[in-house]
């Protein structure tokens, strides 16, 4: 291989720190516009199908087809988005254009972590694309069908993205915090695209708190009559 060729083929990443190894590196092909478009137009989709549905079921309230929206589109990023982060460690080296490893290799500009394979990451992460994402899912069909169960599932999804969250957010301020490229990246990759996976389940576990602890009261008088 001639030294204008080995040239061409090395690549200095755009993370941080910069002493960050990453050999066989390649840029992104696609610009954010490119990812975001097809990723918030799929999501769009998904949600549109499950409140048209949702929509047909008598006993479902606008509140709850809210809610089976939340978790068919948290379900699909967790198992499609997340799933492919945890088993696919060499994301970054793709030299075609992969749209979910260009997804991460985009995300990774706010949180190198990703790119890094941080043993932690990447543990919260497989936790929540193999338990937590089909458990969204099985929500949407819970909430639908009006099963007994569908709070106490609700709830428990609940704390484990809030506790995912918590971890994420404390490992990298122990660690220095200093995983964004710049301040762009640290407020709206960082903090701004995992803001909803801290204030929406914890408003739905307050909610499944109260009906859960509603019917434990009814259930409690009705035995004492």
């Not at 291989?1 to 083929?9: D, I, K, N």
């Not at 929206?69 to 699909?76: A, M, N, Q, V």
């Amino acid at each position: 291989m001639s030294g204008g060729a080995a040239a061409a083929e090395t690549y200095v990443h755009p993370y941080v720190p910069r002493d960050l190894e990453l050999p066989g590196f390649v840029p992104n092909f696609l610009t954010i516009v490119d990812i975001v478009i097809p990723y918030a137009t799929g999501s769009l989709l998904a949600v549109l199908l499950v409140w048209f549905f949702s929509g047909r079921c008598a006993r479902v309230c606008k509140t709850d087809r809210l809610i089976m929206c939340w978790w068919i589109f948290t379900g699909l990023t967790h198992i499609v988005l997340e799933g492919y982060f945890v088993f696919s460690p060499e994301f970054y080296k793709k030299k075609t254009p992969c749209f979910l490893a260009e997804v991460w290799k985009e995300y990774s500009k706010g949180d190198s972590r990703y790119a890094a394979r941080d043993s932690g990451i990447v543990t919260v992460e497989g936790i929540t694309a193999v338990l937590e994402g089909p458990a969204s899912l099985l929500a949407v069909y819970a909430i639908g069908a009006q099963k007994p169960y569908r709070y106490t599932l609700q709830f428990a999804v609940c704390l484990g993205q809030l506790y995912g969250c918590l971890v994420y957010f404390i490992t990298a301020y122990l660690d220095g915090d200093n995983f964004s490229t710049n301040s762009y990246y640290y407020w709206v990759y960082f903090i701004g695209a995992n803001s909803s996976w801290t204030v929406i389940p914890t408003l739905i576990a307050i909610r499944c708190w109260k009906n859960i602890s509603a019917a434990l009261s009814a259930d409690k008088k009705k035995k004492a009559q």
